[in-house]
């Protein structure tokens, strides 16, 4: 089954404690036949400040802490004269000042089935009733999620380091014939008033031919001039199905920026739907779509703007490179009364790079308010010849220009993940994929 | 096929002490004996029309450019100045219906664009299009990699390749943020112009065809580029302008002039016809 695995910075919604403070006792210890190393004991120090203090760490936990701390008392710092460490220098740590890496110490991630706290709980009851049905999906996702990760940042909380949730697939063991494994993972985000957070969704492939069927949800909350900026990269099994639910209710003046770039999946079809709830929003969306096989990816995209002055922008881009290959989009975007003087704008590129590639855009701007700025706009093409023919006219063969400009076409997307790491992971599997034979650092 | 790379950025100092024949070397203007070299772009009855209309537009088009020559084309708008430059080049929105060009003993007509390239025919574009996603640098190097891999010589990475680009962005008084944009994209038509003369320094070429390389500048960047021009072109390269104006064939000081009407070249002379087409126009002299 599909799990979700917290990167580190998101692993310490434990509750710790704080022992003692170590310096007075390690002046005590210098004095001694054994040396303390103060770079060491500095090191402890702060690395045990940065822990919230909370009377109900386990029990455990606060034994490991304890241990480790006496251990750490009388243990120097590496260096090339300690016989393990000879050929190994670890000086360059030693020179750095060193930050612990935490989540603040009011912001939940995990297992809502491991959330105490009565008032947490009764938030996230109330905010989880108003998402309303949406299709069937969503509904099978519901009855068989075995629990909700939860991510909840406080009012005015700004988390510095991204969450990353990286959702493995099942693990290989031989498929028999005609069965594929459900997996029904389920994130659900509060970003409460003034708050700021950053998530990364990663659905990976450990084989690119193993058949298993992802159906995911991902549920946000943003509350009030809070700021939510996601990232979802797919790249799943060629054999797999990755449905996958976003759902976003954004209050007055919030911002909600999504990045995805899916090139995954036998079918890979995400449903994105985002309501507005008050004045002043900001929604980018931005999508790249990539079928190399005999692949579908769809995006079925719903905005609802309800309130004035509003604003948002989305994007999307596919890359069609193969006959069987398919790309969808169904955008619809509704300006209502109410939404006076809202700026929205929709525009949907498609490359098609084989004869019989297909591709079926249904961009869809419905503006009922009169005071409205809007522009959308869709095309559909092969490589320009003048682009190519300018890379060849400096003497770039053909095949290097058109590879570089399928790229570029693809970049205007990748460029817009918030974070360099993903951006950079991302450009290389997309130019794997793309040119099989490169390896992807020559490009 | 010679190919050669600009490894000179600067030749006018050297054949001062070396050779005793000055005049033959480029001092401050090209000055070269006409007729010099050997035939190296020999162009003959050469027709194209348009791939998408089946419009001829080239009718016949004779002329040869020799080596260390420094070649105008004059001629009204519309009259083929840019497809004989594009159909040189390979552009796939023409064909050749009729025709032959030889370049260095080759035939041109039969090589990829890409070929014409690395042969050592460069052209800079009238309107050079834009290309977003891909930054200058980026371009430039792959460009240069190119070259040097039908040289034979190892590719360089974009960091080795940083201080040749900063030496050529220098020759043509170029700011450095230049390589971080987007290839054209945005770029005034000036910056568009002193680009292509960019690409000219990092590749070189024996022979380049500048295609209304002064239309849109200013006297500075007109300068700039003029001086460039002067420096990346060693003597024994050949220069083939197409311009509407006196100002630049002053400072590039061509051999042949000609003037193309009707998709053909209508006549040929010296530096004195541009005289005679300012007075009168192109009625006079192509008739
Ligand atoms: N790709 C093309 N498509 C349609 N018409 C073209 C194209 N290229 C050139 N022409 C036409 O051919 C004629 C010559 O154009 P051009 O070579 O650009 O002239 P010049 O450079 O001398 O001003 C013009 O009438 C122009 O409109
Ligand atoms: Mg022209």
Known sequence: MSGIALSPAALSPVIPNRIRKLRPKASLHAQQAFTSDPYVLELAETLEESLPSSPSTPLPLHNLRHASSEALLSTPWPSRRHEPFRFTDLSFIRQSRILPVHLPPAVYAGALSALSSPSLLQRVSQLLSQFHHHDIFWSINGIAAPDLTLIYVPENCHVDNPIHLHYTPPHATTPTPNTMHLSNPRVLVIVEKGAHVQITEEFSNENQNHPYWTNAAFEAVIGEAANLTHSYIQTQSFRAAHIKWTSVRQESSSTYKLTEVSSGGKVGRHNLHIQQLGPHTVTELSTLHLSVGDQTQDLHSSLVLDHPRGYSRQLHKCIVTHSQGQAVFDGNIKVNRYAQQTDAGQLTRSLLLEPRATVNVKPNLQIVADDVKCSHGAAISDLEQSQLLYFQARGIDINTARRVLIFAFGGEVIDKFPNSSIRDKVRSQIKTLLDPSSDSSSL | ?287
Do not use: W
Request: charged share 25%; proline share 5%; glycine share 8%.
């Open chain 2, 1 to 287: 096929m010679a190919l050669t790379l600009p490894t000179h950025s600067s030749p006018t100092v050297i054949p001062l002490r070396r050779t005793p024949k000055p005049t033959l070397r480029r001092a401050n203007h090209r000055v070269c004996v006409a007729s010099g070299g050997a035939p190296l772009l020999q162009v003959n009855d050469l027709r194209a029309k348009i791939v998408e209309s089946n419009v001829e537009i080239l009718h016949g088009v004779n002329l040869t450019v020799n080596q260390g020559e420094v070649h105008a084309i004059m001629g009204k708008n519309g009259s083929g100045k840019s497809t004989f430059a594009k159909v040189l080049v390979g552009h796939p929105d023409y064909e050749v219906t009729g025709g032959s060009v030889v370049f260095k003993g080759e035939n041109l007509l039969e090589m990829e664009p890409e070929e014409r390239s690395l042969a050592g025919l460069f052209m800079s574009f009238q309107s050079p299009v834009e290309i977003p996603g891909v930054s200058n640098d980026e371009f430039l190097v792959m460009a240069y990699n190119a070259r040097r891999k039908k040289l034979g010589l190892p590719e360089l990475g974009p960091l080795e390749c940083f201080s040749y680009l900063m030496e050529k962005l220098e020759l043509v008084n170029m700011k450095p943020d230049f390589l971080n944009r987007n290839v054209n994209e945005g770029f005034s038509g000036g910056e568009r112009k002193r680009n292509e003369i960019l690409q000219l320094a990092v590749l070189g070429a024996d022979l380049a065809i500048l295609d209304e390389i002064d239309s849109g500048l200013d006297v500075d960047a007109l300068r700039d580029v003029s001086n460039a021009v002067n420096r990346i072109l060693t003597p024994e390269k050949s220069l083939l302008m197409i311009t509407h104006y006196r100002r630049i064939l002053d400072l590039l000081n061509p051999t042949h002039v000609h003037v193309m009407d009707k998709g053909k070249i209508a006549r040929t002379g010296d530096i004195s016809m541009v005289e005679a087409i300012e007075a009168d126009g192109y009625e006079t002299v192509s008739t």
